[in-house]
């Protein structure tokens, strides 16, 4: 069963730095672009950031682009995604998602919820 | 980048009564005679699901009274026969560039 399981979430204040998990299991993850998108409380989905499966190509949303930091080790099936400069309009639940084919989503992970507050 | 535009915001339907969700592009998605358009459901506390891939092509699993169509800069979302499990926001998503965007989704509620 493919799964993706996002940890690392949690409060942290304005201008302070988070790091999130995404651990993939029942695929070949180095074969897959992976994706993280993010949908702050009551709003809609935002796509965030993207790396190619050898991490060659990393693409940032322009609202992240300097802040966020996406990687990933392919030896521990493992997607990260680094945030610094934090914002309280960063705050959201972030989805880790396997990018198929050309380019659309599935399976998304449960999600893990950033709250950016003093 | 691409803009997409759902209506309604929202809408209520019957059991067993047509939803119907429009999406519309801000340009063609149409490339090599293949739409680059998904549509997904998010059901209250869980995560988007994928129905449909390029514009009408449904997901294993998903049941058949989902039918995605269109092309070009609009497009489709179609539940024939509402069930109470359909309850759910509705998204359509462009992947035919980077950003990938996505429509600001439809509530679909039981009238």
Known sequence: EVQLVESGGGLVQPGGSLRLSCAASGFTFSGHWMHWVRQAPGKGLVWVSHISGDGGTITYADFVKGRFTISRDNAKNTLYLQMSSLRAEDTAVYFCVRGIGSGWFDPWGQGTLVTVSS | ?111
């Open chain 2, 1 to 111: 980048d691409i803009v997409m535009t759902q209506s309604p915001d929202s809408l209520a339907v019957s059991l067993g009564e047509r939803a119907t969700i429009n999406c519309k592009s801000s340009q063609s998605l149409l490339y090599s005679n293949k739409d680059f358009l998904a549509w997904y459901q998010q059901k209250p506390g869980q995560p988007p699901k994928l129905l449909i891939s390029w514009a009408s092509t449904r997901e294993s699993g998903v049941p058949d009274r989902f039918t995605g169509s269109g092309s070009g800069t609009a497009f489709t979302l179609t539940i024939s026969s509402l069930q109470t499990e359909d309850v759910a926001v509705y998204y359509c998503q462009q992947y035919y560039s980077t950003p990938q965007t996505f429509g600001q989704g439809t509530k679909v509620e039981i009238k």
